[in-house]
C-alpha cells in the first residue's frame, strides 16, 4: 500500500520559515519524481516545487528564491523548506509522487495546512 506522510504545517507569522516533510512508503522511491503543490481555499491547486529522480529541480515564479525542494533516498523521505513567507503562501500542501515508466502511477498525500498570518 502506498502511503505518503505529509508532516510540519501550522501557523507561522510573515516572514517567517517552515519545513515541510513527506515520507513516501509502498513505492520504489529513487523511481519517482516528487512535487509539491498547493491549493489556497477558492483556487486550483498548483504545483510549487518538483525534484526530478536525478534531483534536478524546478520552482514556481511565485516561490523561486524563498523555497527548496530536497530529496533524502535514504529515508524516502522529500522536503519542502520555505523561507521569507507571505500570507499568499497560505494554503493546504500537497505531497506528490509520480513515475511514468513502465506505467504511469501518480500518488497523493493528505495534504498539510500552512497558515502564514500575524
Known amino acids: 500500500q502506498v502511503q505518503l506522510a505529509e508532516s510540519g504545517g501550522g501557523l507561522v507569522q510573515p516572514g517567517g520559515s517552515l519545513k515541510l516533510s513527506c515520507a513516501a512508503s509502498?513505492?520504489?522511491?529513487?523511481?519517482?519524481?516528487m512535487a509539491w503543490y498547493r491549493q489556497a481555499p477558492g483556487k486550483q491547486r498548483e504545483l510549487v516545487a518538483h525534484i526530478s529522480s536525478s534531483v534536478s529541480t524546478n520552482y514556481a515564479e511565485s516561490v523561486r528564491g524563498r523555497f527548496t525542494i530536497s530529496r533524502d533516498a535514504a529515508k524516502n523521505t522529500v522536503y519542502l523548506q520555505m523561507n521569507s513567507l507571505k500570507p499568499e503562501d497560505t494554503a493546504v500542501y500537497y505531497c506528490?509522487?509520480?513515475?511514468?515508466?513502465?506505467?504511469?502511477?501518480?500518488?497523493w498525500g493528505q495534504g498539510t495546512q500552512v497558515t502564514v498570518s500575524s
Open positions: 506528490n509522487a509520480v513515475r511514468t515508466l513502465p506505467t504511469l502511477m501518480n500518488y
Open positions: 509502498g513505492i520504489i522511491f529513487s523511481n519517482y519524481a
